[in-house]
C-alpha cells in the first residue's frame, strides 16, 4: 500500500515528514534524483525527461499513487505528464494545488468558476524555473479573480540548504525578499513555493514582517493526500515497505538528510 514521493533533492523531506506524521500507516517510498540537483536551474524538456524516469522507478516499487513533492517538477513536467504519458492504472499529483485551494479558501474538487477573494497581492518565492513555468498563476486563475502575483526567483537558496550553509540561506532569503518588496511593498501573503524553503520560513517571516500570511506546503499536502486516498483508496499501491532511494551517494546523502530532517533516515541506490 505504498505512495511514492519524489523530490529533485532533500526538499522534499519536508513533505515526506508531514505525510508520516499524518498518515502513519502508510509506506512511504521517497526517490532523491540527488545526482541532478538542483533542477531549478534547468530547462522544461530535461525536467520532464528526469522526473518520467524518476516517477517509473517509483511505480516499479509498488507506488501507485506518486506525489511530485518539487514544485520545480510539478510547474514544469506534471501538466505534461498527464497529457498521455500516465496510464490509467496511475496518478501523479503536485503540490500546488494543496497550497492555491487554502490560499482561496476552496475544498478539493470544487470547480465552480473563478470568485474574489480576500488576499489580493501575493508574492511569490520559487527556483527560477517554477517562475518561469508560470504554473502557479496558470492554477490560481482557475479558482480566483483579481489577485496580483509577483513572482521573485531566488536562486542559490536550494544549493545552500542543501549544502548545510544557513547563514548563507538566511542571507540569500533577505537578499530576495528585498527585491521583491522593491516590486510588491506590502504583499498580504507568501507562498514559499518550493519544498525546501519550510526549512527557511522563520527567515521569509522575519524579512517579511508579521502582518503577512506565509503558506508553505508540507501540512497542506499531508492533508490533501489523506483526503484524496480516502475518497480513490485504488490508488494506494502494492508496496509494503517504507525506504528511501537517491541517485546520489547514498552515505554522502543519508548524512546531509539526517541533518535536514533532524532525525536519521538511510538512503539506498535507486
Known sequence: MAVGVF?????????????????????FVYFGDNAHAPYGVRDADDIFA??????ARLWAEGCD??????????AAALRRMQDGWIPQDKRVLGVFVPL?????????GDNSPPREVAVKHVALFAT??????RAFQRELAFRAIGVDVEAQPCGGVVDAIEQGDEILAEALVRSHVEALKRRMPHPQAAILGCTHYPLMAAAFQEALGPEVAVYSQANLVAESL???LARRPEFVGAGQVSKALTTGDPKSVSSKATQFLRRRISFESA
Do not use: K, M
Open 50 to 55: 528526469l522526473t518520467c524516469a524518476a516517477t
Open 128 to 133: 527560477p524555473a517554477t517562475v518561469a513555468s
Open 226 to 228: 489523506a483526503d484524496y
Open 100 to 108: 492555491i485551494e487554502a490560499l482561496t479558501e476552496r475544498q478539493w
Open 7 to 27: 523530490d529533485s533533492g532533500l526538499g522534499g523531506l519536508t513533505v515526506l515528514d508531514a505525510l508520516q506524521r499524518r498518515l502513519p500507516e502508510v509506506p
Open 65 to 74: 499513487l506518486v506525489i511530485l513533492a518539487c514544485n520545480t517538477a510539478s
